[in-house]
């Protein structure tokens, strides 16, 4: 396929597992793509990878600074923009509520809703300027539905949603579309970060226990994320907006 000649995305948290993934799809179907990342030398390893199709920009996404310089790094190279991924989250701590370290709590909002906030406020009205665009924000199952133990990333992926929603409705008149991609347990760092935090004897167990509870029995790959990343960053889902998109196996449908 090449649904993204002639477009040009960002993707925010590109050097992780999800937005690697995506980045790799975006450039095999035809799209040039600006790299944001908080890591320097895995930005610098995937652009030569991926080559003259792709730059790269160190940000960091809860800077609306960084975020305006991701953005005129994109347009001072390509004139403008059509899709981006805001994709880049932290997945905090595994504690209970009333041991939740508050500085951690702020943190985990600070990247993965003030991160998404910049993105929306800064390349909205970029979007709309030149006919409209494609945004497409990672949250998660959740942002769905709670887990114990996880209240701050679970508060920001719900907040992303409601955020997603009226930005949405803002778009709309703009050809600005406006989406969530809801993943379950993806094979990435992320989730190894996790299991160790669940259980450091054995965080194998914790894998194949959280796989087993998932109705399709396994977590997802960052491909299958990619996949709708994609299908949400196209012209194919040009009536998609203000949407949530589970990828997970049917662990949200219980
Ligand atoms: N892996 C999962 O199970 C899963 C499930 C649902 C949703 N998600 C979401 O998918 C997104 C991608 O996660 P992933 O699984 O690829 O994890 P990952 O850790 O591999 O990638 C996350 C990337 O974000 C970058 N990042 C972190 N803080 C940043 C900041 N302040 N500014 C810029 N970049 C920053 C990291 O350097 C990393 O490269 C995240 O938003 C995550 O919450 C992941």
């Excluded at 609306?64 to 403008?80: M, S, V």
């Excluded at 199952?141 to 409601?162: D, F, R």
């Excluded at 054995?202 to 399709?216: K, M, S, T, W, Y």
Aim: with cysteine.
């Amino acid at each position: 396929m090449s649904r993204f000649i002639d477009k040009v995305a960002i993707i925010t948290g590109a050097a992780g597992g999800i937005g690697s993934a995506a980045a790799r799809r975006l450039v095999a179907e035809g799209a040039r793509v600006m790299l944001v990342d908080l890591d320097e030398s895995a930005l610098q390893e995937l652009s030569t990878e991926l080559g003259s199709a792709t730059r790269w920009c160190r940000a960091d996404v809860s800077n609306a600074d960084d975020c305006q310089n991701y953005l005129q790094q994109t347009l001072d190279n390509w004139e403008k923009l059509d899709v981006l991924l805001a994709n880049a989250g932290i997945e905090g701590v595994v504690k209970p509520l009333h041991e939740y370290p508050n500085e951690i709590f702020n943190k985990v909002m600070q990247v993965n809703v003030h991160g998404v906030w910049n993105a929306l406020q800064q390349a909205m009205p970029v979007m709309a300027k030149t006919g409209g665009g494609s945004i497409v924000i990672t949250s998660s199952v959740a942002g769905l539905q709670g887990a114990a133990g996880m209240s701050a990333y679970v508060t920001s992926k719900h907040a992303v949603v409601g955020l997603m929603r009226s930005a949405a409705i803002e778009g709309a008149p703009h050809n600005v579309r406006v989406n969530t991609v809801n993943p379950a347990p993806i094979e990435t760092r992320m989730m190894r970060s996790l299991e160790r935090e669940m259980s450091a004897e054995n965080p194998e167990a914790v894998h194949d226990q959280l796989g087993q509870a998932i109705p399709f029995g396994r977590y997802g790959s960052a491909e299958e994320v990619a996949s709708m990343l994609l299908y949400l960053g196209s012209e194919d889902s040009s009536y998609c907006t203000g949407g949530t998109y589970t990828v997970d196996g049917a662990m949200s449908s219980g």
